[in-house]
């Protein structure tokens, strides 16, 4: 048994489980696992102090897999769970697995929440546009006219985006990133896990058995750069596999232009502001290729009380007050009458 | 101004009688509430024992003079020991029409009927549905009707209290509609004088309660008192009644309602168990006052979450227990549909929490306002799979606490989510409550591994103790990191397993586990003689009609016993021997017959029901008349 003391260093392997991981081979849910128990044991925090709580679908086994502590609990209600939890222990590191099923149709409404209220959870959405545990069908996620086993004829269903739901709730933090791209990975991951607040990361997860291939034009390598860009704070929006590619604002909307053409520089571009008005954050969660380069990175990073500290302040500064509750006198209350031994009016 | 009782003139007469049941019926904005609450305040203090019982609308504000926009508020106080609200009406106070119409069939022959002749108006009989005014055509001539223009007293009144106040040249901000809603209290004064209270516990009460608007609390003030004169001096009242003080146990009492007395049960079981309180929930009727008060404790540590839904809140209460905190949650009927699957994870996790159920009528959103205990089987049986959690049911408003309490010692030593199932009538119903001394409630004791309990230091998340009771270890303890989830857990390391014999042994321990809390609760009481024939059983609310039911029947030579099961699952371990030592069972129950029929399958005696489902308590001659009917028919003797 190991004991916390304030030197302890931490290995990968600190972090996993004696549990058998059973995705199916070839699964982008490997890579984020991975991702996670680099980042957590560069961090330097001891693995009890961490809580790991998701809900159902092929990444919420994900808890199984952390040698930390772990909820599995049900359809939708990770969200939900890990409110409770966090209110009464502040002190948890807690994060919630969840997936596009989980978090944006069953469970959509908790999800809306807890991003409002800013809760201090960070949040992975592993979104793989399909329903892998019941076996391929359409998710909130998929792409008009997708046709899985459940829409033979294509889907008629306008898709949700994540991204959008998340700034639509006031998010304080928002990210985006893909899981065949460890290194972009861990980076939003790790700012994920210093961000005081909901943190909501949605990661492009391949299923490679019922829906492969939905974002190759994020994990490819090559065909990566003129489909993605990575957003940086503070920096002009460039993409392009010759980096000749950016991003203007004209007027009210975004446009996708070649730096060098019509007198186009640099200069002209919009700068990726973590802070700026949810209302550009909303735009460029929007982006999709082949129109636009899918934008990854921090998209929003703001600071927020957080609802369970909010909670708990309340508590302290009520019993700063008044002083700590007598619960006789609560008991009592303010309207009593005594009988006594024969009495008789 | 301070109120003093006016001093009696020429004295009228006064009767002495043991008991009375009032009503005060009215529009739902008329205030009846607050009336019955205030004379009940003002009885409990003189001394009586007080039963209410509040009946209102669904609808916060139905259209005035309607039928179901009427309110009301019944109580009944006594020098004797009570249990119910009362059946019959002594007197009905009947504000407008619409309150006549719907309550007078429940006032008794030669009882007391004060309307408000001011509210007789042709608009508001029309709304009632009469065709012409009841007060004139013969058909309450079984009554002694007395009709009062009380809104015109208690417009003269405030103006008064205007007048005076105007020369003195202080502004007066009533205008004369919120001077005719003042008229609330003309009743409650008339109601002091006609049972001979004093008139300080309500002044009191409209001092607290209007003192930042002074002109507000003197006119009130001066209705009230103006209702008190009228009785005093109107030719039409020959006598006042006096009920004297009850022979309580002796002691400091208050009043306390059902709903009240959970919420300071939850909040003295943190207490005891030095745990704090979390409460996650969704507003709901008749639940939700339980939220209101839990809110207010944040200096006991009280985390209140007003959650998104009833699934949130129910998943949010998972999340504290497994955080470590006395973890909470109350509603009603339909939301407990919603909470089913949360509440099957806990029976999977083997977390303590606490569900509370305010029963109402059902199904679907059926009567929220109107009591029922219909969801006995949803809380026994209503979630997917083999799922046993422990039930409990409070017979009367103050055991809601202790209740409460119990529910939490039995969640910790054995690791189980309870449910209590409480309802309408003992949410809202009030009685006096003799005040638990908190130094002398038992600590609930709890414990917390830090270290190993497997081989080669590892930590068997399920493995049971005694109580067949996992170990509950909080995160954050380091080497004691574990996971639990919803899938079937292999038996002692808790990790997911789908072997048929490992799952057919996690059902029977989650089943044992249940069953062997009975071992630690009390037995079946049994009220009454060992050697009666017939066995009148019930549940919850029906308490106090039951007992008054069987004492009438006692007395007139029946041999009947009651016995009232406050464990529904596990039942009491010897709940099979007292059932059995009857020739008949009968189980009178707000439902169809569902205690009925668990007590049925389980001891396969031959029990009957006695069923009402109307969203109405039972009343105490209802089942004198349906036990006896049914004895004398069966003969049972």
Not at chain 2, 28 to 53: I, K, R
Request: hydrophobic share 40%; proline share 6%; glycine share 10%.
């Amino acid at each position: 048994m190991t004991t916390a003391t304030e030197d302890r260093k931490f290995t990968v392997a600190d972090f996993a489980s004696n549990q058998d991981v059973r995705w199916c081979p070839g699964c982008g849910d490997y890579s984020v696992l991975a991702a996670v128990k680099k980042v957590l044991a560069d961090e330097g925090i001891p693995p009890e102090q961490y809580a790991f709580i998701s809900g159902i679908g092929c990444s919420s086994r994900f808890p199984y897999y952390m040698d930390t502590y772990g909820m599995h609990s049900i359809h939708g209600r990770a969200t939900a769970v890990a409110t409770g939890f966090k209110i009464m222990r502040p002190d948890m590191q807690t994060w919630i697995i969840t997936g596009d099923g989980d978090a944006l149709s069953i469970g959509g409404n908790h999800t809306i929440h807890l991003i409002r209220r800013n809760l201090d959870v960070k949040i992975l959405l592993f979104n793989n546009e399909i329903y892998g545990l019941t076996k391929g069908q359409y998710s909130p996620t998929s792409p008009f006219g997708k046709v899985t086993k459940s829409t033979p004829y294509g889907s008629v269903d306008e898709p949700l985006h994540p991204l959008s739901m998340a700034l639509a709730a006031s998010a304080s933090f928002v990210g985006r990133t893909v899981d065949m791209h460890p290194k972009h990975l861990m980076e939003v991951i790790r700012r994920a896990h210093h961000h005081k607040g909901t943190a909501f990361v949605e990661i492009y997860q391949n299923c490679n058995i019922f829906n492969d291939g939905a974002f190759n034009h994020a994990q490819d390598r090559k065909l990566r750069p003129d489909n993605v860009i990575e957003l940086e704070d503070g920096k002009p929006m460039i993409f392009g596999s010759k980096q000749d590619k950016g991003i203007v604002l004209d007027g009210q909307t975004l446009k996708v232009v070649t730096l060098g053409e019509n007198g186009v520089t640099a200069d002209d571009l919009l700068v990726h502001d973590e802070k700026a008005d949810l209302s550009i954050h909303f735009r460029i969660a929007r982006m999709r290729s082949p129109e636009f380069p899918d934008a990854i990175g921090v998209l929003r990073a703001v600071e927020r009380d957080t609802y369970d500290g909010m909670i708990n302040r309340q508590i302290e500064t009520v019993i700063a007050k008044r002083g700590p509750g007598d619960l006789q006198k609560l008991i009592t209350g303010r309207s009593t009458w005594v009988v006594g031994n024969g009495d008789e009016d | 101004m301070s109120v003093e009782t006016p001093s009696q003139g020429p004295a009228k007469a006064t009767q002495d009688i043991s008991s009375a049941t009032v009503r005060f019926a009215g529009d739902s904005g008329d205030g009846m509430q607050l009336t019955g609450m205030q004379f009940t305040n003002t009885s409990a203090v003189f001394g009586n024992d007080v039963s209410t019982l509040p009946d209102f609308p669904a609808e916060i504000r139905a259209p005035a003079g309607t039928v179901y926009g009427v309110s009301g508020f019944q109580l009944h106080f006594s020098s004797d020991d009570i249990f119910t609200p009362g059946d019959e009406l002594d007197t009905l106070f009947a504000m407008n029409p619409a309150a006549l119409k719907t309550n007078i069939g429940d006032l008794k022959k030669g009882g007391i009927l004060i309307v408000n002749l001011d509210a007789f108006t042709d608009q508001n009989l029309k709304l009632a549905g009469y065709e012409k005014s009841p007060l004139k055509d013969g058909s309450l001539d079984n009554f002694r009707l007395h009709p009062v223009r009380m809104t015109e007293a208690t417009l003269k009144a405030v103006d008064e209290v205007e007048a005076a106040w105007k020369a003195e040249g202080r502004e007066f901000s009533l205008n004369k509609k919120e001077a005719a809603r003042c008229k609330n209290f003309f009743a409650l004064g008339l109601a002091c004088w006609l049972y001979g209270r004093q008139l300080d516990t309500v002044g009191q009460f409209i001092e607290d309660k209007f003192g930042k608007e002074p002109d507000v609390r003197e006119a009130n003030l001066r209705v009230l008192r103006a209702g008190f004169d009228y009785g005093e001096t109107a030719e039409i009242f020959q006598n006042n009644f006096k009920v004297r003080k009850a022979k309580l146990p002796p002691g400091m009492y208050r009043e306390i309602r059902g709903n009240e007395a959970l919420a300071l049960g939850l909040t003295a079981a943190s207490h005891l168990a030095g745990k704090p309180l979390f409460y996650g929930t969704y507003p709901i009727t008749p639940a939700t006052d339980i939220l209101h008060d839990l809110a207010k404790h944040k200096s006991f540590g009280v985390r209140t979450f007003q959650a998104e839904d009833e699934i949130a809140a129910m998943a949010s209460v998972i999340g504290a227990s497994f955080a470590g905190a006395l973890a909470a949650t109350a509603s009603s009927g339909p939301g407990i549909a919603l909470k089913g699957e949360a509440m099957g994870l806990a029976v999977m996790l083997e977390l303590p929490v606490i569900i509370v159920n305010v029963q109402r009528g059902g199904p679907s959103t059926g009567l929220p306002t109107k009591t029922e205990q219909a969801d006995l089987f949803q809380a026994v049986l209503g979630r997917n799979g083999e799922c046993p959690l422990v039930v409990l049911a409070p017979a009367r408003p103050i055991e809601c606490f202790d209740l409460a309490i119990e529910a939490a010692r039995i969640a910790f030593r054995s690791m189980t989510p309870v449910v209590i199932l409480t309802d309408g009538f003992l949410a809202n119903s009030t009685e006096p409550w003799m005040v638990p001394d908190v130094s002398k409630l038992e600590a609930i004791e709890i414990e917390h591994p830090t270290e190993p309990n497997g081989p080669n230091g590892t930590y068997l998340p399920y493995k049971r103790d005694e109580w067949l009771a996992r170990p509950w270890v909080l995160p954050g303890t380091p080497g004691l990191q574990h996971r639990i989830g919803g899938l079937e857990k292999k038996h002692e390391t808790g990790n997911v397993c789908y072997e048929p014999d490992n799952h057919g042994l996690m059902v029977s321990l989650r089943q044992a586990k249940v069953d062997k809390v009975a071992e630690y609760l009390p037995e079946q009481e049994v009220f009454g003689e060992e050697d009666a024939d017939v066995l009148a059983i019930g549940w919850g609310g029906t308490y106090g009609a039951l007992r008054e039911a069987c004492t009438t029947l006692r007395r007139k030579g029946h041999k009947i016993a009651h016995a009232h099961v406050r464990y529904l699952n596990p039942f009491p371990r010897n709940l099979g021997t007292v059932l059995r030592r009857y020739k008949h069972v009968l189980v009178p129950e707000l439902n169809g017959g569902q205690l009925c029929t668990l007590l049925r399958a389980k001891y396969l005696v031959d029990a009957q029901p006695i069923s009402k489902v109307k969203g109405r308590p039972f009343m105490v001659h209802e089942l004198v008349e349906r036990l006896e009917s049914w004895m004398t028919t069966n003969a049972a003797h």
